[in-house]
C-alpha cells in the first residue's frame, strides 16, 4: 500500500528538521563541550519523538478518514437502492389510486344498478311463476313452495341484491335442468274420481306417465287437453315400467317407445 501525501509531506519535514540539525551537531562538534553535546543530542531526540507522536496523530486521523469515507460510500448506495425503492412505491400508489377512483366511481353507481336490476329480478320470477303454471304438473308443490320463498326473499331488507339474485338464477338453472333429466317420484293423483298412489315418470319435459305399483292402472299426461289420460295397452304400460326401472337405474338406459305430446305451434 503506498503511503497517503499527507504521510509523505509528513516525512519530508522530519528529514528537513533532522538533517540540519545533524549536520550542525557535527559541524559544531570540536567547539562544544561534552555537556552542551549532550543538550543538543537531548532537544534533537525531542524533536523526534514530538515528531512521531505528530505522526501517529496524522495516522489516527487518516485512519478516521478512510472509515468515514467507506461508511459515506455505503451510505451512498443505500440512498440509490432506497431513490429506486421510493420511485418503485410512487408508481404503486399512483395506481392504486387510480383503482380507488374506479372503485369510487362504481360505488356511486350501485344504487342506479340496484334500482334498475331490482325491478327485473321481480319480472323475473313473475315469468318463473307463470312458466310453471303452464308447463307440465310434475313436481308442482315443491316448484311452487320454492317460487313462494322467492317472493319472501325479495322482500327482506337483511339480504344482499347479490344474494337475492343468485337464489333467483338457482331457480332458474334448478327449471333448467328438469329439461335434460329423466327422473321418478311417488305421487297422489285423482284419476276418474278416484285417489291413486302412482309413481310418475318424468322423461325430460317430453313427457309425463303415471303407473301404479301394480301397473292395474298407466296413463300419460295430456298437454293437449291439460288432464291426466290412461293407457290401456299392454305395450305403453310395459314401456311405462321399463322407463321407471331406468330412472330407478335397475336396467341400463335404453329407448322407450312411448306416446309424447305433439310439438307445439308458434302462433
Given amino acids: 500500500m503506498y503511503p497517503s501525501p499527507a504521510n509523505m509531506r509528513l516525512k519530508m519535514r522530519l528529514l528537513a528538521l533532522i538533517v540540519p540539525t545533524i549536520c550542525l551537531i557535527l559541524a559544531a562538534a570540536p567547539f562544544t563541550h561534552a555537556g552542551d553535546l549532550d543538550q543538543v543530542l537531548l532537544a534533537s531526540t525531542d524533536r523526534v519523538e514530538l515528531a512521531q507522536a505528530s505522526q501517529q496523530k496524522i495516522d489516527d486521523v487518516v485512519r478516521q478518514t478512510d472509515g468515514l469515507e467507506t461508511e459515506y460510500k455505503q451510505i451512498m448506495k443505500q440512498v440509490d437502492g432506497l431513490a429506486v425503492y421510493n420511485d418503485y412505491i410512487q408508481r404503486q400508489i399512483t395506481s392504486q389510486e387510480g383503482e380507488l377512483a374506479t372503485l369510487r366511481e362504481s360505488l356511486d353507481q350501485v344504487g342506479v344498478v340496484e334500482r334498475q336490476i331490482m325491478p327485473l329480478m321481480i319480472r323475473m320470477l313473475d315469468g318463473l311463476d307463470k312458466f310453471i303454471q303452464l308447463d307440465q304438473p310434475f313436481l308442482l308443490d315443491e316448484r311452487t313452495t320454492r317460487v313462494n320463498r322467492l317472493r319472501a326473499l325479495m322482500e327482506r331488507a337483511d339480504v344482499t341484491l347479490a344474494e337475492k339474485f343468485r337464489s333467483l338464477t338457482e331457480a332458474f338453472q334448478i327449471e333448467n335442468d328438469f329439461g335434460r333429466t329423466i327422473e321418478i317420484y311417488k305421487d297422489a293423483l285423482v284419476i276418474n274420481e278416484a285417489n291413486l298412489e302412482v309413481n ?68
Fill in 200 to 267: 310418475v315418470l318424468r322423461l325430460g319435459r317430453v313427457g309425463l306417465y303415471y303407473q301404479t305399483n301394480d301397473a292395474a292402472a298407466t296413463g300419460r299426461w295430456d298437454t293437449t287437453t291439460g288432464q291426466w289420460e290412461a293407457l290401456t295397452d299392454g305395450k305403453s304400460r310395459n314401456q311405462v315400467r321399463r322407463g321407471i326401472r331406468i330412472a330407478r337405474k335397475l336396467v341400463a338406459p335404453d329407448l322407450l317407445l312411448l306416446e309424447v305430446p305433439a310439438p307445439e305451434v308458434a302462433r
